[in-house]
């Protein structure tokens, strides 16, 4: 099982950025996938989730209406498209997949603590 996210980068408050999550070794549709992020001497925080037990999506408050997540079957990998970007934003951004299990809510898909598979991350810093 292998995460590999691409997409960081430097970009300018406002600014947008995609980034990519591809799958091998599993077939994602059958896993919940979730981004998180880590900003220096912060903990590891949730950002969004396509979850495949509840059908729902969900996103941390502070990103919603400006981050979509989105998943294409056929290329195996989960999108976090990033607009209205913020100097906030800045962070190590990591994505991680469940297998299924049944939970639904939040507050459980964006806990870090309950995913099995992590990816090695991307940087992705606003800055003007």
């Known amino acids: 099982v292998q995460l590999v996210e691409s997409g960081g980068g430097l970009v300018r408050p406002g600014g947008s950025l995609r980034l990519s999550c591809a799958a091998s070794?599993?077939?994602?549709?059958?896993?919940?996938i979730a981004w998180f992020r880590q900003a220096p001497g912060k903990e590891r925080e949730g950002v969004s989730c396509?979850?495949?037990?509840?059908?729902?999506?969900y996103y941390q408050d502070s990103v919603k209406g400006r981050f979509t997540i989105s998943r294409d079957g056929a290329r195996n990998t989960v999108y976090l498209e990033m607009n209205s970007l913020k100097p906030e934003d800045t962070a190590v951004y990591y994505c991680?997949?469940?297998?299924?299990?049944?939970?639904?809510?939040?507050?459980?898909?964006?806990?870090?603590?309950?995913?099995?598979?992590w990816g090695q991350g991307t940087q992705v810093t606003v800055s003007s």
């Open positions: 991680a997949a469940l297998p299924f299990n049944g939970a639904s809510g939040s507050s459980y898909y964006l806990t870090s603590t309950n995913y099995e598979y």
């Open positions: 070794g599993f077939i994602m549709d059958y896993y919940s």
């Open positions: 396509l979850s495949n037990a509840d059908g729902n999506t």
